[in-house]
């Protein structure tokens, strides 16, 4: 009888786990677990439903589905297969998002896709091709050590194009190990020298703190890729999520004043922006965040501000607010199921670019994809990072 209740835990679990993909939770406690949740079920379908039919192929040897209860589970978790198939269907359309999105701002597809046989294995692991040098020092602060890690290919080549990515985790949380490693994996494979930085984190940290770091990290790499071959003339800025915002906010206030680190005086342009499901308004205008945003993350956490008394500063760390005709050519990724960075403000970021931007502006949005859909190779996700490859490779080949 155990092995029969172990087979329909999984299978409600399972079947849970599908309809919180197709309409996930947004009560403000369970916007994380729902995060989670719903992850590995819409961009690991193919390796989950495998999984679970090892789980209740060996249950089954043991009687599990000798019982009512473990066919109950059996039957729960077909259904939930037929959903997951549903959600894969989805994420085949993702190939057609990213063609008509290049194809509008007249940018070619790149020849380095990320191979098919990746998509199957999920796991980011970056193969031999890669090096990786790790917790290399760019700045003392505040009685902090920062340091970034480098990803390259190990063929010896010099003059690469370079990327600065800026990892998330609501500024609170999170290491420059952890997030983007496909899209850095795959980058570096074809030639770029990719950066990702640690920040300093709230609360510890105050904004604009996290800013003045992301550009001390900035400073360092234009006067150090060279070493590490890359071309400190190109340098492009992404990041995930609080990374996103960061890379925009990168982005959008070079050389000014009140970000620049101390005693720096040094150049913090970038050539292209990337910023992948990042947050785009602090002040929450639009009412697409959690009522609790502003109130419980923002105010005591990371500006220590009321947003009421100092909207001035809110609006100074909020990208949508900062966009000029000046802004390098951005990439804005994402999803539209997102629960923590809402798809309505990345629609309006990329309009407001669109209407004061001189440069290219490109816009991916992507069905039925939550955040941080690109922590695996998944399909959807290899096809993003296709898109990301051709941007940049455009991008650079036109200056």
Known sequence: MLWAILILIIGAVSAAAVVNAFRPVRWDWFLLPSLVWSLVVIELPAQLILLELAAVAILAMFGGLGYVVGQIGLVLLAISWVGSIVLFSRSRGSL????????????????????????????????????????????????????????????????????????????????????????????????????????????????????????????????????????????????????????????????????????????????????????????????????????????PVVMKAFLAEEPEKYRDGSPIDLVGADAPPFLVVQGEKDTLAPVVEARAFVTRLEEVSESQVVYMEFPGAQHVFDLFYSYRAARMIDGVTAFLEHTRSGR
């Open 96 to 299: 057609q998002v990213v063609a008509r999105s290049l194809d509008a701002a007249g940018i070619p597809a790149s020849g380095n896709r990320v191979p098919f046989w990746r998509v199957l294995v999920g796991l980011p692991f970056p193969g031999r091709g890669v090096e990786k040098i790790k917790n290399v020092e760019f700045s003392r602060v505040a009685g902090s050590v920062l340091r970034l890690d480098v990803y390259r290919s190990r063929k010896p080549t010099e003059n690469r194009p370079v990327l600065l990515y800026l990892h998330g985790g609501a500024w609170v949380v999170g290491d420059k190990f952890e997030q983007g490693l496909p899209m850095l994996h795959h980058l570096a494979r074809n030639g770029w020298v990719c950066f990702t930085a640690n920040y300093r984190l709230s609360p510890g940290a105050t904004f604009p703190d996290h800013l003045i770091d992301a550009k001390a990290a900035l400073i360092w790499i234009k006067e150090h890729a060279d070493e590490y071959g890359g071309d400190p003339s190109f340098v492009a800025v992404s990041g995930g999520s609080a990374g996103g915002h960061l890379a925009s906010l990168v982005a959008l206030t070079v050389d000014d004043e009140r970000y620049q680190p101390p005693d720096e005086a040094a150049d913090t342009s970038v050539q292209a922006a990337v910023p992948i499901y990042g947050i785009t308004d602090l002040t929450n205008r639009l009412g697409a965040q959690s009522d609790r945003f502003v109130s419980m993350i923002m105010e």
